[in-house]
């Protein structure tokens, strides 16, 4: 569903509520993480600064229910935080998915900051934040400011929840064309649950960048079609697929916090070339999903939480998800004394109740001269394992990577 920031900073746009309610068993809760592998201790002294930093910041906000009909529910500004957790851990994947319960913030603390030891005399930091609280720039933003000493929460200015009312049933009234689709009111039987199987995978930017260029693509359309190749070669039956591609849809120069996401797609054929990719993507881009048809979005906030998830059931969702976070910033590659060996950015799921139908999700981001690609498989049908996982990424990747 294609989502227009708000001007109104206090209040949560129709996005936000749709990724606070699947906290509520009301869809796919989602929880964005921030990784850092690095072969030294963890400088706790940095960490506890950053913790401090992020809670003065556009992550240290929690959700306010109103209940004037139509009006829509208040960010407040919070410091609570929960307290960073260490511990050792056999294995960093499996204990970087543990780190997303309980971020729900209406209820707490929407971000958590955890780290742990690894046999190897390695160590992990997750930030896990809420998806409510932010995509992934507006995550990213927040650690920059925090990990060089800025603070910047963000000016709620709260205005009149009577007005805020007044504004969303003129736009209801104006706008309303009662034709709701069918796959907007259709129920369907939850599917058997199955946790979630992830893989990190790490390996040379400079040599993608290459194979990209000699294939006819782009480095983007190439990790689409990387993504896309590994989802086939597990076994998954339906061809073609159908790709949805998260598209940033702030303005220039607009405030990185909260959720500013559309979502563009494409449908990629078993047989389609990297150059293939890159033309389809680039109509993709353009191709905009949209909510109910014939309802204003702002419907949606005079809903209760049943029905409105109900309308937006399984909005933005395809087969395989491709999320390129792009190039982090300098200062994530530093956690005090501590140096990231290698920082990988995505999205969790914790607490999954029933399958979504998006069977596979890629998310690349770029530090220095090392690409990461983190892949979530939620098809327990084709891929039991992440050794599976793992296997068809290497095999698919056109250069050599590195597992976490």
Not at 130 to 149: C, E, M, N, Q, T
Not at 315 to 333: E, K, T
Request: aromatic letters at 6%; hydrophobic letters at 40%; one cysteine or more.
């Amino acid at each position: 569903m294609p989502h227009t920031p708000s001007t109104d900073l206090d209040r949560l746009s129709v996005v936000d509520e749709i990724f606070l309610r699947a906290h509520r068993g009301l869809g796919t809760p989602t929880v964005m993480q921030g990784l850092w592998l690095t072969d030294d201790p963890v400088d706790r002294n940095a960490l506890a600064a950053v913790h401090t930093q992020l809670a003065r910041g556009p992550l240290g906000r929690q959700v306010r229910r109103v209940p004037i009909p139509g009006a829509r529910a208040r960010w407040e500004a919070s410091t609570r935080t929960w307290p960073i957790v260490y511990s050792a851990a056999n294995d960093p994947v499996t204990w970087a998915d543990a780190q997303g319960g309980d971020l729900d913030p209406s209820r707490g603390p929407g971000w958590r900051i955890s780290a742990c030891t690894l046999p190897n005399g390695s160590s992990l930091i997750s930030l896990a934040s809420s998806h409510v609280l932010a995509d992934a720039r507006g995550l990213i933003a927040a650690v920059d400011d925090a990990l060089v000493g800025v603070s910047r929460q963000p000016d709620f200015a709260p205005h009149s929840d009577w007005s805020d009312a007044r504004q969303t049933w003129r736009k209801v009234v104006k706008e309303f064309r009662p034709r709701p689709s069918r796959s907007a009111s259709a129920r369907t039987a939850p599917r058997p649950f199955a946790a979630p199987i992830s893989a990190i995978l790490t390996f040379s930017a400079p040599e993608f960048d290459r194979a990209a260029q000699e294939s006819g693509s782009t480095p983007n359309s190439l990790f689409v079609h990387t993504v896309t190749s590994i989802l086939y070669a597990t076994g998954f039956p339906k061809m073609p697929v159908d790709v949805s591609l998260p598209v940033d849809s702030r303005a220039p120069g607009a405030a990185v916090i909260g959720n500013a996401l559309a979502m563009g797609s494409t449908t990629i054929e078993p047989a389609d070339s990297p150059a293939d990719v890159r033309a389809k993507c680039g109509d993709g881009f353009g191709h905009r999903m949209s909510g109910p048809k014939g309802i204003p979005e702002e419907f949606l906030h005079l809903l209760p939480d049943r029905l409105a998830a109900l309308a937006t059931k399984g909005a933005g969702q395809l087969d395989v998800l491709c999320s390129n976070i792009g190039s982090l910033p300098d200062s994530l590659g530093h956690v005090g004394a501590s140096r990231a060996r290698s920082v990988a950015a995505r999205a969790i799921h914790p607490g999954l109740t029933r399958l979504p139908r998006t069977r596979l999700s890629g998310y690349l981001c770029r530090s220095g001269d090392e690409y990461t690609l983190s892949l979530v498989s939620l098809d327990p049908e084709n891929v039991r394992s992440r050794d599976e996982l793992q296997a068809a990424a290497v095999d698919c990747l056109p250069v050599r990577a590195t597992a976490w």
